[in-house]
Each structure stands twice: as structure tokens, then as C-alpha cells.
């Protein structure tokens, strides 16, 4: 197996016949020199094998040595995090998905195990203290499960004693890989991603603290996998081997790289295989990376149409076994405000030396400017002394609005986002520069429609509600063979968290952290699963498909009842509360997997076919009918335009109702045939084909509703450059 990129050289990892390590060793040194190959884990679990770091140059020769089946090299993963100013609302990401429901009920994780396989953890933050008796169950994990299981464990190789590992029964295990000891402080990766995480998946409720995990009874099980350079596989596989045997329920990988293959890693794939035979649900974050249309030549982040495999949807998640996780953004967040009349506009502040909140107390007339805030813009306008109100966009960077404005005389410009969300402008903050902020969407309206055009700065703070919309961040699927990840969202934009700071806590974004809050919710789910008798092995497959099913896709703001697409936010949002109430899911043999959702693959006639069933889990019988949603791209001046367009087709199921028997399962078969009008809307705006992709919406009594994304392409998917 292997290591990574070093100042030494490279790692990779051997699959062998049979192994003696120590003879193993004395070959590799005996072929190589002893200063030429470093042996790291040995692996037992997924395969005869361990991890070697060497030069790349020596690969072709271990190859050759008797008794190595095989040599490839370990891929290096990052972190995917975005840094936010902006104050989030703090209970309301885990709200958003209905977890302080679920904890109310009783489903708060209690007797789960939760492996955050990360950059370590402040083990003692007040969150993550020992938890009182009463949370704890026959199933937690204690200090002489860990020595039983020690002999078996990846971290047994090292010069650490079992018990040393257990740190409290919150932290019953903590162990850092990379440098085989017990210190699972952030030094040796440089950052504090693994609290930040941790936190959201399972912080302690605690009264000094309003942060709280969507699992806050769960034990945590953190696993240190990150050196300064990224995590290794080898490192990430010595880690995930010992979750099997620590009996965890639920693995966090908050890592990736861009623009992941499918199942292209015999090791990774076999591994991930063994977890599943385990009944271990491994939740891998999709990645930042947007599309690879971003910060393109032609300066508007959009894909020319002639070329729709954009998808840069991250490498593991876009494995198989795993659940891919995308990222929405908080909509309840805090934010400074002017008023209007009696209104409060708030708005996001990037200065550090300009801020808006400088000017407190005093009101100014503002002057709505017909454009995006260009030289020309302002040509015969008044500003002087007021403040200039801009669209963003137009092709006229921040900075410029912001030179446009001041040259103009403004004493302020707010600039008011083109689209759904905020985020954290590039503006000329240095000392004699006017402030200039952002403003949402919404704010447009509100300043233009206003009676008296004055607004008084208040340097107040306020909550505010916004659209609930996906994060702009988060990696577009679907994956290169046209499976369907990401496939789940959950809340990663704006997220306050416990961190390795001076107060505790801070904010985050990422879909590494949406991530640990889909973790925290799958456990939640098991723990409600094992409650009614299933086994992990018996529910492996079933949770995920609960979670995807009972998930509520997110409606572009703005839109009349429009979805984001599939690609971007998979099944939807996470909805915690119908995960623990319903009695029925939905799964598909369309995907290798079984999980809830169909992949169509590509078709040049423009129809389409998959079977889907019903699993009913009550002890009473449900009928339900059937609804969908067919969408595709728009198109804007050769550039597809990243919004859905609602095709005339539906969804057709071989019957109009289905009724399932208490216990039973029915399949049934669907199927999708564009009309000519569909057709001709695609081949008039996209050369080489289109996605044909939406929901499929199962509508049951006492809001028993599922929901199932599909996607497929109108054309030839080969044939896009």
C-alpha cells in the first residue's frame, strides 16, 4: 500500500500472493538499498498488502519481485473548505434539516459510533467532554472493547499502548495514523478542519454554547489522517480497515480531489466493499471545486454548449460504495443592517478599513444606478455625497464598481447580487476608500420600490432569513460514466462550529461541512433503525435509501416550483424528521448500488426506461400516486446558463397507483419519451446533446411522501469534447 508526494519521493502500494513483512523488507532493501524504501502499514483486512514510500522510479522493479501481484500509487487527498465571514444563525443549520426534532423524539445518536477520519481534534473542547452514564448504551464503545480489538488494528503498529487511545467515553479512541502516536492535535496537519467537523456531527449539548451535532450522543472515533501536504490513501486505508474492527457505525471523510472516476481503483473499491459487508456507512464530501467551467477564458463561468460534461464532482465520492455529499447554504445568518422607512436590509461587509458601519448614525439618499456599476454607468448621474446602488455582474469586476463609484463621488455603493445567495466581495479595502457592501437579491426590489429613496446605516446587527439555495461552491456530478453523484445535500454554507480558536468556536464552509452533518443524520437514522431490530448489515442499504428518499429537493429562489438539478444537489436536502417517522423508501436497479435513484444512461431517440420499487417496512399497507418533474439546461448567447428549463415530458409508471402490503416490496417500471417540442427545444440549443434529469415524486397519505432523482442525456454521451 502507500503514502504520498514527499521531499523523498513517492508512495505506492503492493498487493501480494502472501506476506511476511520482515522478508518483504529485507528484499526491498536488499533490490532497492536500505535508504531507498521506507515500509509503512501492513494491510490484512481488504488485501495481502502494505504501503511502501520510494522513488516513482522504483515502481517497475518492486512490480517484477517474487510474490508482488500488483503495485499502484496512492492518490493524495485535500481538504475542501471555503473560509466565510458571514455570521450564520447558529441552531439553524441542524434546524434546516429537522435534527433538534429528531433529538427531541429520542434520536440523538445514543449508542453510535461515528469515525471522523480528518486532521485530528481539540480533544478537550468543552463539546467533546465525557458524557454522563445515561448517555450510554451495551453498544458505546469502552477502553477494554479497544484492547480486545487492539491486535487487529492498523494502529497496533506503532509503539502505542491500547488504553492510551482511549480518551474519554465521548473520544474512545483517538490515534493519529500519519505519526503513529496518540497526538491528535491539528499541529501536524496545519488546520483545524477535524473539530470544526466533528463538532457538527456530534458536539455535546452543553448550556455555555448554542453549538450542538445533529448526533450529540454519539461517541466519536477520530482518526488523524492529514500531514501539511494532503491525506495519503495508504494512511486513509490503515484508518478505515480499523473502523471494522471498532464496530463503527458511520465514517466521515470530509477529503476528496476534483473530477473522481468510478470504481477505477481495484483497492479502494475492495475496501470500501468490505465496509459495506461491515454495515459501515462511509459519507465522503463531493467537493468545492463549482464546475470546470469556472474562472474560464471567457470570464462568465459558463460552459460553452457544446460541451455539458462539466461535472468536477469529487474523487472518493464518486465511488460506488459511498455517499456523495453536495452543500446548500445556511439561510438564516446574522448580518449587520441599513434601514429603509421601517425596514432592515442586511448586508455582507468584506472591509477590514471600509466598513459601512463607520458611517453609523447618519442617512444618505441612495441613487439606484441603471446598470452593473461601469465607468459609463454613472455618466449624467448624481451621486455625490449619496450612496450608489449597483447590480453585480455586467462584467465589471468588484473593485472596479467599487473605483467607479468613488470616482463618482459616492460616499457608499452597494453592490446587489445578480443571483440567489451572498457571498464575500473583492473590494479596494484600504484607508481612503468609500465602504462597499452586498446586498441579496431581494434587496433590489426593496430599495427601488421604497417611497423615499434614504437609508440610514445603523452599525446594528440582526438576523436574517434568506433563500434557502445551493452553495455556489459545491461540485456539479454527474460523475464521467453519467451516475448520479453528488446524491444527497446537506447544510455546509455558513457553519459555526467548534474550533482550535481562542473562543472555541467559528464558521466554516464547505461541503466538508455539509458532509458531517449528512453523517450525524445517517446515524441518528441507524440509531432509529436499530431500535425496531435491523442489524448494520441489515440496514445498509436501507438507510441510505431512507435518507435519499425522504430528502426535499431545493427549488431555485425565485423560479415557479423549479429544481436545482440532480447534478448539483442529488435527492435534496436532508429532512432528518420524515428519515425517523416514515415506514416506506424507494431503490432502483438502474445503479449498481440499489439506492434511490435511477441512472438512464444516455439515449440519441430520447427515451428512457428503469425500474424502481417500493419498500414498504410498516405493518399496515400504503398506496400512493405518482407526479414528476422532467427538466433540462437553458442555453443564454452559446454558454449553458447553469437553470433548469421544465420539459413537457413526466414520468410514466406502468400503473397510475401503486398499494404495498405491510412488509412487501413492489417493483414497477417507469419510463420517459420526449415530445417532439422537448426535442427540438435541446437540438436547437445544444450541438451535442442535453440532460434530461428531475424527480420523481411518489405522493402517499399523512405526508408519507418519497421522492427519487433521475438523471439521463438526450444524444450521445461519448460525443461531448
Known amino acids: 500500500h502507500s503514502s504520498a508526494f514527499d521531499p523523498l519521493g513517492l508512495d505506492v502500494d503492493l498487493e501480494l500472493d502472501s506476506l511476511d513483512a520482515v522478508d518483504l523488507n529485507a528484499a526491498l532493501e536488499d533490490e532497492l538499498g536500505s535508504d531507498a524504501v521506507e515500509v509503512g502499514y501492513t494491510y490484512t483486512v481488504t488485501m495481502t498488502g502494505l504501503s511502501v514510500t520510494t522513488t516513482y522510479e522504483n515502481k517497475a522493479a ?65 463539546n467533546f467532554q465525557a458524557m454522563s452514564e445515561d448517555k450510554l448504551t451495551d453498544t458505546s464503545l469502552t477502553v477494554e472493547d479497544v484492547q480486545n480489538a487492539w491486535s487487529n488494528l492498523n494502529a497496533s503498529d506503532s509503539n502505542v499502548l491500547p488504553a492510551s487511545t482511549y480518551f474519554s467515553n465521548k473520544i474512545p479512541f483517538a490515534f493519529n495514523y500519519y505519526n503513529k502516536n496518540i497526538d491528535v492535535s491539528h499541529d501536524a496537519a496545519g488546520s483545524d478542519h477535524g473539530t470544526h467537523v466533528a463538532g457538527i456531527a456530534a458536539a455535546n449539548k452543553i448550556s455555555s454554547s448554542e453549538v450542538i451535532g445533529v448526533a450529540p450522543d454519539a461517541q466519536l472515533i477520530v482518526m488523524q489522517v492529514f500531514n501539511p501536504k494532503g491525506a495519503n490513501w495508504d494512511t486513509v486505508m490503515a484508518a478505515l480497515e480499523d473502523c471494522v474492527y471498532l464496530n463503527v457505525d458511520t465514517a466521515n471523510l470530509s477529503l476528496g ?39 474560464n477564458n471567457h470570464g ?35 448580518q449587520q443592517y441599513v434601514t429603509v422607512g421601517d425596514t432592515k436590509i442586511g448586508y455582507n461587509d468584506s472591509g477590514v478599513f471600509t466598513r459601512l458601519e463607520n458611517l453609523a448614525g447618519n442617512s444618505y439618499e441612495y441613487v439606484m444606478i441603471d446598470g452593473y456599476g461601469a465607468a459609463e454607468d454613472f455618466d449624467g448621474v448624481d451621486v455625490n455625497g449619496k450612496v450608489a446602488v449597483v447590480w ?5 469586476a468588484f473593485p472596479d464598481k467599487h473605483a467607479n463609484a468613488q470616482n463618482a463621488g459616492a460616499a457608499a455603493c452597494i453592490v446587489v447580487n445578480n443571483t440567489s445567495g451572498l457571498l464575500n466581495m473583492a473590494i479596494n479595502d484600504a484607508a481612503g476608500n468609500i465602504p462597499c457592501v452586498l446586498m441579496s437579491q431581494e434587496a433590489w426590489d426593496l430599495l427601488a420600490n421604497a417611497e423615499t429613496k434614504t437609508l440610514t446605516v445603523t452599525g446594528k446587527s440582526d438576523s436574517f432569513q434568506i433563500a434557502k439555495t445551493m452553495s455556489d461552491f459545491s461540485s456539479w456530478g454527474p460523475a464521467p460514466d453519467l451516475s448520479l453523484k453528488p446524491e444527497i445535500t446537506g447544510v455546509g454554507g455558513n457553519i459555526y462550529s467548534t474550533r482550535d480558536t481562542p473562543t472555541g468556536y467559528g464558521n466554516m464552509s464547505g461541503t466538508s461541512m455539509a458532509t458531517p452533518q449528512v453523517t450525524g443524520a445517517m446515524t441518528v437514522l441507524m440509531q432509529y433503525l436499530r431500535s425496531k431490530g435491523y442489524s448494520n448489515q441489515d440496514m445498509w442499504t436501507m438507510a441510505t435509501n431512507i435518507l435519499m428518499s ?150 402517499g397519505a399523512d405526508n408519507q411522501n418519497l421522492t427519487m432523482p433521475f438523471l439521463g442525456y438526450y444524444g450521445d454521451w461519448s460525443k461531448p469534447a
Open 392 to 396: 453585480r455582474g455586467g462584467g465589471v
Open 62 to 126: 518492486i512490480q517484477e519481485m517474487p510474490g508482488v501481484d500488483r503495485v499502484y500509487v496512492a492518490p493524495v487527498f485535500s481538504i475542501p473548505e471555503e473560509d466565510n465571514v458571514m455570521q450564520p444563525y447558529t441552531n439553524n443549520a441542524t434546524n434546516m434539516i429537522g435534527s433538534n426534532v429528531a433529538n427531541q423524539s429520542g434520536w440523538t445518536g445514543k449508542g453510535m459510533r461515528i469515525a471522523i477520519v480528518d486532521t485530528g481534534i481539540v480533544a478537550n473542547h468543552p
Open 300 to 334: 462568465n463561468n459558463l460552459s460553452l454548449t457544446g460541451n455539458p460534461d462539466t461535472g468536477l464532482v469529487g474523487n472518493p465520492s464518486t465511488y460506488s460504495h459511498v455517499l456523495s455529499v453536495a452543500s446548500a447554504d445556511n439561510d438564516r445568518i446574522t
Open 550 to 699: 425522504t430528502a426535499d429537493p431545493i427549488d431555485v429562489p425565485g423560479s415557479t416550483g423549479l429544481k436545482y438539478s440532480p447534478r448539483l444537489q442529488g435527492a435534496g436536502l436532508v429532512n432528518l424528521v420524515k428519515a425517523t417517522t416514515v415506514d416506506a423508501y424507494l431503490s432502483s436497479t438502474s445503479n449498481s448500488m440499489g439506492r434511490a435513484k435511477a441512472e438512464l444512461g444516455d439515449s440519441t431517440e430520447g427515451t428512457y426506461s428503469f425500474e424502481f420499487s417500493v419498500t414498504n417496512f410498516s405493518d399496515e399497507s400504503k398506496t400512493y400516486t405518482f407526479d414528476s418533474d422532467v427538466q433540462t439546461e437553458t442555453a443564454t448567447d452559446g454558454f449553458i446558463a447553469g437553470t433548469p428549463y421544465l420539459l413537457e415530458s413526466k414520468v410514466k409508471v406502468s400503473q397510475d397507483s401503486v398499494t404495498v402490503a405491510a412488509g412487501e416490496t413492489v417493483t414497477l417500471t417507469a419510463t420517459i419519451t420526449l415530445t417532439e417540442a422537448d426535442k427540438e427545444y435541446i437540438n436547437s440549443r445544444f450541438e451535442n446533446g442535453m440532460y434530461v434529469e428531475g424527480y420523481l415524486y411518489l405522493e
Open 257 to 295: 480531489s476534483a473530477a473522481g472516476f468510478v470504481d477505477n481503483d481495484a483497492p479502494m473499491t475492495e475496501l470500501l466493499d468490505l465496509l459495506e459487508q461491515a454495515g459501515v456507512e462511509v459519507i465522503i464530501a463531493a467537493g468545492n471545486d463549482t464546475n470546470n467551467a469556472l474562472n
